[in-house]
């Protein structure tokens, strides 16, 4: 289980900007901002307001590695509309949204590439 995910952007507000526009269907908002060491850093925060997911600057020695995120939709209708807002914003649509039976019967997903390379996906499962 995930308890946090940080992700080191090379432009903090541009990753912000992606997030809580294009998953603001799945109930992603803002929970916190902070400078540290002059650095802006960000908690985004599901419904229940707990930052979960956290973007920062670029770490010492400047490679920002790729990652895969994956966040849980409410329902189908969620990942499209992940989908729509991902289109409407101009972000490039890795998988549009369709079910996944190698992963089980019921996963739903759409995968996206975020400002700065990383895969994301917004999931609804279906048992």
Do not use: I
Request: proline share 8%; aromatic share 8%.
């Amino acid at each position: 289980m995930l308890d946090h995910l940080g992700l080191q952007c090379a432009d903090v507000e541009a990753a912000a900007t992606f997030y809580l526009r294009v998953l603001e269907p799945v109930g992603l908002r803002e929970a916190m901002r902070f400078t540290r060491d002059e650095e802006l850093v960000l908690g985004l925060a599901g419904p229940e307001g707990k930052p979960d997911l956290w973007l920062g600057p670029l770490a010492e020695g400047g490679e920002n590695r790729p990652v895969h995120l994956a966040l849980v939709a409410p329902s189908r209708v969620a990942v499209d509309a992940v989908h729509a807002a991902a289109l409407e914003a101009g972000t490039e649509v890795l998988h549009a949204p369709r079910t996944w039976p190698e992963y089980h019967p019921g996963y739903y997903a759409v995968f996206l590439r975020d400002p700065d390379g990383n895969n994301v996906e917004a999931v609804h499962h279906t048992w």
